[in-house]
């Protein structure tokens, strides 16, 4: 069974940073695509980052300049490097994963909270 865990949130103080981890467990398939979600309270879950095969990365504009998604050696897992944290970043953060057969699978989620 194909599990997905973040890890690495926490509280943090305006312009202070945090790095989540995203690992994948139980899968034998590649896996193509990391994206990094954020939900706040009462908004909708958007996209953070992605980073694909080829390791090609695309990030959501309020966070560009300022995160960075990166792919470790093991390739089953990924970071996402937060800096000048803003109250606004405050939501939980969730990984999704797809494999090389289209199997998505999504983690549940970290809390970062950025307090001003």
């Known amino acids: 069974q194909v599990q997905v865990v973040e890890s690495g949130g926490g509280l943090v103080q305006a312009g202070g940073s945090l790095r989540l981890s995203c690992a994948a467990s139980?899968?034998?398939?590649?896996?193509?695509?990391f994206d990094w979600y954020r939900q706040a309270p009462g908004k909708e879950r958007e996209l953070v980052a992605s980073?694909?095969?080829?390791?090609?990365?695309n990030y959501g504009d309020s966070v560009k300049g300022r995160f960075t998604i990166s792919r470790a050696n093991a390739r089953h897992t990924v970071y996402l490097q937060m800096n000048n944290l803003k109250p606004e970043d405050t939501a939980v953060y969730y990984c999704?994963?797809?494999?090389?057969?289209?199997?998505?699978?999504w983690g549940e989620g970290t809390q970062v909270t950025v307090s001003s």
């Open positions: 139980g899968s034998s398939f590649a896996i193509n695509d």
């Open positions: 999704k994963i797809t494999t090389e057969y289209a199997l998505i699978i």
């Open positions: 980073i694909r095969s080829g390791d090609r990365t």
